[in-house]
């Protein structure tokens, strides 16, 4: 599979694998974003890409800056008719501001395909199945 990738800004630089067979596609901040404790911030990628039809482009923490700092990714669904930029949007969990810098890998994103559905609405869903209604802690463990 291909990704086509333009660059909206001139300091943007492409996505990267960061090794060979990598899931994640590394993508970088083009700017310096301050993250108050507990604060939600977007960072700019300058980054526009072109996900194949039938495939949707699923954004994912990198652990680094996850582990290491606090950030967790906020949404994280690109559909594959979307050509603006791609912003991640990041909030700190920490207690401790964190700036994160231009040039810096802020999350990554998997490219996957998936299925289409059709959605019916109906009176009755089938049951007899092993879970049920059984929502948290429904294997016994809590």
Not at 37 to 53: H, Y
Not at 54 to 80: E, R, Y
Not at 103 to 128: P, R, T, Y
């Amino acid at each position: 599979m291909n990704l086509k990738v333009k660059k909206l800004k001139e300091n943007a630089k492409l996505p990267t694998h960061g090794h060979s067979g990598d899931a994640g596609i590394d993508f970088y901040a083009t700017e310096d974003v301050l993250f108050k404790a507990g604060a939600q911030a977007r960072v700019p990628t300058g980054i526009a890409i072109e996900i194949p039809e039938g495939c949707g482009g699923f954004i994912w923490d990198k652990s680094s800056i996850s582990f290491g700092h606090g950030l967790k990714v906020m949404g994280g669904v690109i559909d594959s008719g979307y050509r603006g930029e791609i912003v991640m949007s990041l909030i700190n969990l920490s207690n401790q501001d964190f700036v994160l810098k231009e040039g810096h890998k802020v999350a990554q994103m998997i490219i996957q395909k998936f299925e289409n559905c059709d959605i019916l609405e109906v009176e009755e869903l089938s049951s007899g199945t092993e879970r049920g209604e059984g929502r948290e802690g429904s294997t016994g463990h809590k």
